[in-house]
């Protein structure tokens, strides 16, 4: 069972900006994808973004859409979040997990998701 750990959280002030990365324990080179959700107190949690592998096909949703940039770096098994511009709603622990075989209407279901890290907590206050 592959494991993700996620990193890179932490207090931030309004219009700065966190990278969050995500280290899996195994590389897997089919068709997958990687995935950012969040959660805020009280709310469910969403999408944020993914990366479909090896067709580098990226989605994001749209409240982060030209602020956040998922990327990631096959030789380290490591998926990053640069989050830019970084809004108090932004405030929430942030997860990262794995989709096998994805296809681009699934992107964004994380029911399709599985292997989820343990979270990283972001804060965007002044």
């Known amino acids: 069972q592959v494991q993700m750990v996620e990193s890179g959280g932490g207090l931030v002030q309004p219009g700065g900006s966190l990278r969050l990365s995500c280290v899996a324990s195994?590389?897997?080179?089919?068709?997958?994808?990687m995935g950012w959700f969040r959660q805020a107190p009280g709310n469910e949690r969403e999408f944020v973004a993914a990366i479909r592998w090896p067709m580098r096909q990226t989605v994001y949703a749209d409240s982060v859409k030209g602020r956040f940039t998922v990327s990631r770096d096959n030789t380290k098994n490591t998926v990053y979040l640069q989050m830019d511009s970084l809004k108090p709603e932004d405030t929430a622990i942030y997860y990262c997990?794995?989709?096998?075989?994805?296809?681009?209407?699934?992107?964004?279901?994380?029911?399709?998701?599985?292997?989820w890290g343990q979270g990283t907590q972001v804060t965007v206050s002044s």
């Open positions: 997990a794995r989709q096998l075989r994805p296809i681009l209407s699934t992107l964004r279901s994380m029911s399709r998701y599985s292997s």
């Open positions: 195994e590389r897997y080179s089919d068709n997958h994808a």
